[in-house]
Structures are given as structure tokens and as C-alpha cells.
């Protein structure tokens, strides 16, 4: 894993992403979907402590049993920004990612990777940072534009920036239900992005690796502000460009 640093403000927030950027890897098909394991990560906030709880649980991805589970919790060490996201939740999904016995193998962000503002979002920024192959599957498309898929589960449409640049997939994974928003992140193309999200919805529209990632780390946040004496006060992850915590600091370092 690359040395990380916390950015001092947003000017070098930007820089390191800029940076990191890159060193992304976007000519590997990645692991072939139904294959070895598949781990979701996932944040929480409880931003009247300025508290942050992520998860990751691993999940054999033939089967999707879930084969290891971790979390970490830390305090917000960067502010909210809009396409920053990622500096506030990585050192605490660090943490959790690096608590685990097991290799975590393909990486599921609850987030984006190349379908953000700087082309590296969250799903980008933390397979940079591992070496790890990671995708993005998001609930929105954020900035975006796309047509609507077919209505049938595995229809998908492209992902549009302003400039007309395919930055992910609008995938069905439910017949006539939503879609989500899949995009690359590291050592992972489109297509295997998109064939590795259907394998992992064989029931719901969003991911089973994310899907149990939101509800541990939620549970793990209740237990964080238990210890404190007084209930959670509005745990929630910010809605925005995929990308809490004060454990490890990050960006490129020497």
C-alpha cells in the first residue's frame, strides 16, 4: 500500500488527486466475475461527532456467503466538499480493509470511480492507494446523464459526461426497478464491472457486497455513539461523488 498523507486544504486535495489520477490502471479485464472473493465496503457519519464508521465484508463470490467481516471507526478528518469525498471516508475504509485476515480480492465501493467531476472518485482512489481491483456502484449518477436502459434485468446504458465521454454504465439489475450507476475504478474494465455487479444482485437492485457493508457499518456507528453514552445523532453517508475517518492519512507519498 502507498504511504498516504491528509491534505491540508483543498487546493492540495486537489493536487493529490491530480496526482493519483495517473496511476490508475484501466487495461486489466480484471477477475473474472463468480470467481474467488468480492469485498463491499461502505461509510457512515454521525456528523454531530464528527464520527465515521466503515465496513468491509467479504463474500465468497461464488456463492455469496459471507466469508470475513471488519470495521473501523475514526473521527472526520477532512471537511465536506463536493468531489472530495474520498478524503473523508479512505482512512477509515483503510482501516477496516486492513483489519481483515483474508485477501479482500475485487473491491465494491458504495460509490464512483471514473464517473466523477475529476475522473477519480472513491472506487479510483482507494485501488490506487491498495493496488487492489475496485469498482464503483452508486445509487445515482451524480452529475451525469444517460438515456434509460431496456426495462430488463442486465439492460444497460452509457454513462454520459457533458463532452459526450462514456464514464460508466446505467445498469438494470431488477426488471422495470431503477438502475444503479457502475464505473471503473482500478485494474477493472467496464464490462467485467458491470458482469461482476449482476452477479452480486440476485435478489436486490444494489450490490450484496454493499448492500451488507451499509448495514454493518450502521450497526457499528450505533455502537460507537453507545459507548459514548447518548444515542446516534443522524448517521447517514453523504450523498455526492463517492467519495470519514482519522485513522491512516492518505495521499501520495515518498
Given at each position: 500500500m502507498k504511504k498516504i498523507r491528509t491534505p491540508a486544504d483543498e487546493a492540495e486535495a486537489r493536487a493529490?488527486?491530480?496526482e493519483l489520477r495517473g496511476l490508475?490502471?484501466?487495461d486489466e479485464a480484471g477477475p473474472p466475475p463468480g470467481t474467488g472473493l468480492v469485498t463491499g465496503v461502505d461509510v457512515a457519519y454521525d456528523d454531530e461527532r464528527d464520527l465515521v464508521a466503515a465496513a468491509a465484508v467479504v463474500l465468497d463470490a461464488a456463492t455469496l456467503d459471507v466469508v470475513e467481516e471488519a470495521t473501523a471507526v475514526g473521527r472526520v478528518a477532512f471537511p465536506y466538499v463536493p468531489g472530495l469525498l474520498a478524503f473523508r471516508e479512505i482512512p477509515t475504509v483503510?482501516?477496516?480493509?486492513e483489519s481483515?485476515?483474508?485477501d479482500p480480492g475485487l473491491v465494491?465501493?458504495?460509490g464512483y470511480g471514473l464517473a466523477h467531476p475529476r475522473r477519480f472518485g472513491l472506487a479510483a482512489h482507494l485501488?490506487?492507494?491498495t493496488g487492489l481491483p475496485v469498482i464503483g456502484v452508486a445509487k445515482n449518477p451524480f452529475t451525469f446523464s444517460y438515456d434509460p436502459p431496456g426495462p430488463r434485468r442486465g439492460d444497460s446504458s452509457p454513462l454520459l459526461a457533458d463532452d459526450g465521454e462514456e464514464v460508466g454504465a446505467a445498469l438494470r439489475t431488477r426488471a422495470d426497478v431503477k438502475p444503479?450507476?457502475?464505473s471503473v475504478g482500478h485494474r477493472v474494465d467496464l464490462p467485467t464491472a458491470r458482469a461482476h455487479t449482476l452477479r452480486l444482485t440476485p435478489r436486490y437492485r444494489l450490490p450484496e457486497s454493499t448492500r451488507r457493508a451499509d448495514a454493518l457499518c450502521r450497526r457499528a456507528l450505533r455502537d460507537a455513539t453507545a459507548a459514548t453514552g447518548s444515542s446516534p445523532g443522524g448517521a447517514s453517508r453523504a450523498a455526492g461523488?463517492?467519495?470519514v475517518g482519522s485513522g491512516p492519512s492518505y495521499g501520495v507519498g515518498s
Open positions: 493529490v488527486q491530480d490508475v490502471v484501466r483503510l482501516a477496516a480493509l481483515l485476515a483474508s465494491v465501493c458504495d485501488g490506487v492507494l444503479v450507476f457502475v461523488d463517492g467519495g
